[in-house]
């Protein structure tokens, strides 16, 4: 084997064009670094050859007029996006970039981007803006919910609809089919909501905001409620759901599950402890249903009263830099299996689509609803950094 000196190796490396080191560093942070293409300051594009080659690898043919047209859309809307949502009073995007006259071709949008020059500055930084907006549309409006909205909605939410009863006098309750399993029958709900189906606008800004985020792991699009009357039922609501096959307990998704209502290892010991039994066995008669509640919802409170010393003990936290220290909840997100018709009706088309069910007590749901835990608050946290990520020099 010929041995490679210093000297050699160096005659060689000069020997190498140029082009083979000219290696694009930040493509490569995205690839294999954990950079997210949102973050990118600026494309590599210094043709419209090569922009066209960049749009076809992406998806759209610029030469294809459904696709020119589907990008001037996105451009709209990502224009619309940015000045109702991002933009401060006073502040309005260039002219330049208010029609497509002035742009003339879509591929300039991607050529401006790539413009470092200090006289464009400033049209380069809003190209580049646009292109984030428009890059995170493209993705949410292409995605399963997109396409089978009706099938997702329908199938989601009819095993809920089917165990959800609203008595004359307007209560509402968990309310077990005849097929179901042996358990407990019914339990009084406070309120059952549907969570509305995020927006547009919400779904951009998440997106926008958590640089992991991508299209595909917005878990909570779609979602249910559960508020209960007590910290107890909290738990029972939790177990009703799977012990009569409500909900498929294969089908969670384990790394998206979160705790910050009660201690889970502190539930556990008390079903565990002799507490409640010799509770029990102290009574000659059997205790009413009630009074196993009431006791047993007492001794979670004082438990938790008592758990100062180490309030994250036993919680199981879901890491959101916009949600409030002070919030809490039981959620957790279960997959279905949609079906779908196909090409034939022999080959229907089935996939898992994700919803996000939340349990909380009306009490501290009230406590969630003023201050840092609000829904207002934890919006406008998530609006401030996405309206950073996208206008960063303003």
């Known amino acids: 084997m010929e041995n490679y000196t210093s000297s ?12 083979e080191l000219d290696f694009n560093v930040m493509i490569l942070k ?15 594009i210094k043709n419209d050859e090569e922009a066209a080659q960049f749009l076809k690898a992406y998806g759209f043919d610029i030469f294809n007029s459904s696709d020119e047209a589907r990008l001037w ?4 809307r990502a224009l619309a996006y940015i000045q109702t949502q991002l933009l401060l009073p006073g502040e ?4 330049i970039f208010k029609e497509e006259k002035y742009i003339k071709n879509f591929v300039n949008l991607l050529l401006w981007a790539s413009d470092l020059s200090p006289l464009y500055k400033e049209r380069q930084l809003w190209s580049c803006a646009i292109l984030r907006v428009i890059h995170v549309l493209i993705h949410l409006t292409n995605d399963l919910f997109t ?16 165990v959800i009863v ?12 005849q097929s179901s399993l042996s358990g407990q029958d019914s339990i009084p709900l406070f309120r059952f909501d549907v969570k509305p189906f995020k927006t547009s606008n919400s779904s951009i800004t998440k997106l926008l905001a958590k640089p992991e985020e991508v299209a595909f792991g917005v878990l909570d699009k779609m979602g249910v409620r ?3 009357h007590s910290l107890y039922d909290c738990f029972r609501v939790l177990q009703w759901l799977f012990r009569h096959n ?8 384990p790394d998206e599950s979160a705790n910050t209502l009660f201690p889970l290892n502190l539930f556990v010991d008390l079903l565990k402890s002799g507490e409640l039994i010799n509770h029990m066995g102290l009574k000659k008669e059997n205790l009413s249903h009630q009074e196993v509640h009431d006791f047993i919802n007492k001794t979670l409170l004082d438990q938790l009263n008592q758990d100062q010393t180490s309030p994250t003990s036993g919680y199981r936290e879901k890491v959101n830099i916009f949600s409030s220290k002070e919030y809490r909840f039981i959620k957790f997100i279960v997959r279905q299996l949609v079906r779908t018709q196909g090409d034939t009706v022999q080959r229907p088309f089935m996939f898992f689509y994700p919803h996000e069910i939340q349990i909380i007590d009306w009490q501290t749901y009230q406590k969630n609803s003023v201050g840092p835990s609000s829904h207002t608050e934890y919006k406008a946290r998530q609006k401030k950094k996405a309206r950073e990520r996208v206008l960063h020099w303003l």
């Open 73 to 76: 859309n996105y451009y709209g």
């Open 30 to 44: 995205t690839a294999i670094g954990g950079l997210s293409v949102l973050d990118h300051t600026y494309l590599f």
């Open 246 to 253: 409500v909900l498929s307990y294969p089908h969670l998704i």
């Open 92 to 95: 309005q995007i260039p002219e």
């Open 226 to 228: 559960f508020l209960t």
């Open 8 to 19: 050699k190796l160096t005659q060689g490396f000069l020997g190498t064009s140029k082009a």
């Open 147 to 162: 396409a089978f909205s009706d099938e997702i909605q329908e199938q989601v939410l009819k095993p809920y609809r089917q």
């Open 166 to 177: 609203t008595d004359e006098a307007g209560q509402v309750s968990l309310c077990a089919p």
